[in-house]
Every structure is written in C-alpha cells, then in structure tokens.
Nanobody, 124 residues
Framework: QVQLVESGGGVVQAGGSLRLSCAAS????????MGWFRQAPGKEREFVGD????????YYADSVKGRCTISRDNAKNTVLLQMNSLKPEDTAVYYC?????????????????WGQGTQVTVSS
C-alpha cells in the first residue's frame, strides 16, 4: 500500500502561481512514478503530468506544458507541482497518484494509488 496526501490548494487570481505538494508513505519503493491529475466539475479526470521516481524524468500534458513543473524530493518522499500563469480553466480538484508500472500511459487506470485531492480555484 502507498498512502498519498496532497496539500497546497487554494484560491488564486488568474496569472498567479500555486505549488501543490504530495507526501507519499508506505511501500513507496514499489512506485515507478508519481502523477498529477485534475478533475473539474462535470468533467473526466485529466492527466497533468508525471515524474519518474528514480530518474526525475517528467512528462506533461499539452494543456499545462510550459506552465507547470513537477519535481520530487526522494529523501522526503514528496512530489511537488508548481503551477504558474494560472487560468480560470485550471480550476479543479488536483490529485496525485502513484504508478506501479513502468509503462507510461496517462489514463487514470494506470495509476494504482490516489490521494484525496486538493481544490484549486483560479478566479478571473
């Protein structure tokens, strides 16, 4: 089991920045990568980005590329999502998730463990 806890959500004005954190505990050694997803009301859960736990290699959705940066602190078992130039359409609940397979598929089903989510609201 891997437990994930997100923090750092809140309300920010358009153009602002926010940094989300995800603390992992449990059997983290079995995790290949950590991903970030988001889900807006009435919409499907959407892939934001992913970071390989050992190499640090990142992969981003086109919708956030250039505005978001994912990093990790292996010593603290923490993954960060830095979001800049936020837009109202970035408003969603943001989730971190753990991928236990080396296969990079951005569908939520490819991630086994999930946090409870943190709300991000971008006001116009």
């Amino acid at each position: 089991q891997v437990q994930l806890v997100e923090s750092g959500g809140g309300v920010v004005q358009a153009g602002g920045s926010l940094r989300l954190s995800c603390a992992a505990s449990g059997r983290t050694f079995s995790t290949y990568a950590m991903g970030w997803f988001r889900q807006a009301p009435g919409k499907e859960r959407e892939f934001v980005g992913d970071i390989n736990w050992s190499s640090g290699i990142t992969y981003y959705a086109d919708s956030v590329k250039g505005r978001c940066t994912i990093s990790r602190d292996n010593a603290k078992n923490t993954v960060l999502l830095q979001m800049n130039s936020l837009k109202p359409e970035d408003t969603a609940v943001y989730y971190c998730a753990a991928r236990q397979t080396p296969v990079i598929i951005t569908h939520p089903n490819n991630y086994r463990y999930w946090g409870q989510g943190t709300q991000v609201t971008v006001s116009s």
